[in-house]
């Protein structure tokens, strides 16, 4: 029988809701996640780069875990991104989130000091053990500036008994491949770019953490739900569909777009912290044509 790995496949990674004033919106934050529970979600990312965690500090991230483990606890695991590009912080800030109750963590590379792979090895190994609950590991090269090569994530897998996934952002397909092959049973490969999932999944990666799962949840989720029912003609179809709006959502960064996005489905989640800035107007306008184009606005018109 094959090992059922604890997440699910399809898990939106959250935005994180600011009111007016650009402080936490926590009402509005526990509507999203029933809204994605309601959808499809198997699971929800909170505090992840699509969430602006690295404008959402520490106390905040604990009251955002906290409303939406009130919110969806039990329904969906709730997963806390509590990786910092100091070890020992990490440590301390994975096990007080564990103490609020969070299903599990992920953990992404450490930014900006360049650690090489050992250093990647221990660090990852050292906050996973202190934490003691299913663990992703989240390669994002082009954010961190470094990549995580295949035999450091294995090493990972295989040691460490609740390094359970990694979410691969790399867009290296050969280097997922080879830690897909030869991955522990039970470790599974999710893509962390939209765009990149039917790929990986036909590599035999297992899913998505998704940022257009904020948005159009249901039909990310057929995209991945085909594959792993080995229709791809589906998935193609349903891909080909959605593919658009996947690359207008990354025009700037991540998520500008994407916030515009939802105060155009009705869905206002606020706007963004500087150092980001919101979408211009002209972006906005070409958006809401994508997002017409593509079916999204008439979708959530008619919900």
Not at 116 to 143: C, D, K, M
């Amino acid at each position: 029988m094959a090992h059922t790995p604890t997440f699910g496949r399809f898990i939106p990674a959250m935005i994180t809701p600011f009111d007016e004033n650009l402080d936490l919106d926590l009402n509005r934050a526990q509507e999203l996640a029933l809204r994605l529970v309601e959808k499809g979600a198997d699971a929800l990312i909170v505090s992840g780069t699509t969430g602006e965690s690295p404008t959402v500090f520490y106390p905040q991230k604990c009251e955002l875990f906290r409303a939406l483990i009130e919110a969806v606890g039990g329904k969906v695991p709730v997963i806390a991104n509590v990786g910092d590009n100091c070890t020992s912080d990490s440590v301390d800030f994975a096990r007080d989130v564990v103490k609020l109750g969070v299903d599990g963590i992920m953990l992404v590379v450490p930014y900006y000091n360049k650690p090489p792979q050992e250093g990647l090895y221990q660090h990852f190994r050292q906050v996973a053990l202190a934490a003691g609950v299913p663990t992703i590991l989240y390669n994002i090269p082009s954010r961190c500036v470094i990549n995580m090569e295949a035999q450091t994530t294995l090493r990972l897998a295989h040691d460490v008994e609740n390094i359970v996934a990694i979410k691969e952002a790399s867009g290296k397909l050969e280097q997922i491949r080879e830690i897909i092959e030869a991955a522990p049973e039970g470790f599974v490969v999710y893509s962390g770019d939209d765009e990149a999932t039917l790929s990986l999944m036909e590599l035999g990666g297992y899913g998505v953490i998704s940022t257009i799962g904020n948005l159009a949840p249901e039909r990310m989720n057929e995209i991945v739900q085909a594959m792993a029912a080995g229709d791809h003609d589906r998935a193609q179809s349903a891909n080909l569909r959605l593919q658009p709006l996947m690359r207008e959502l990354f025009v700037t960064a991540n998520p500008i777009m994407l916030k515009a996005a939802m105060r155009l489905i009705d869905f206002d989640c606020g706007g963004v912290r500087l150092p980001l800035i919101d979408a211009t107007d002209e972006q906005i306008a070409q958006l809401a044509e994508v997002m017409r184009a593509v079916g999204v606005l008439e979708d959530a018109d008619a919900s």
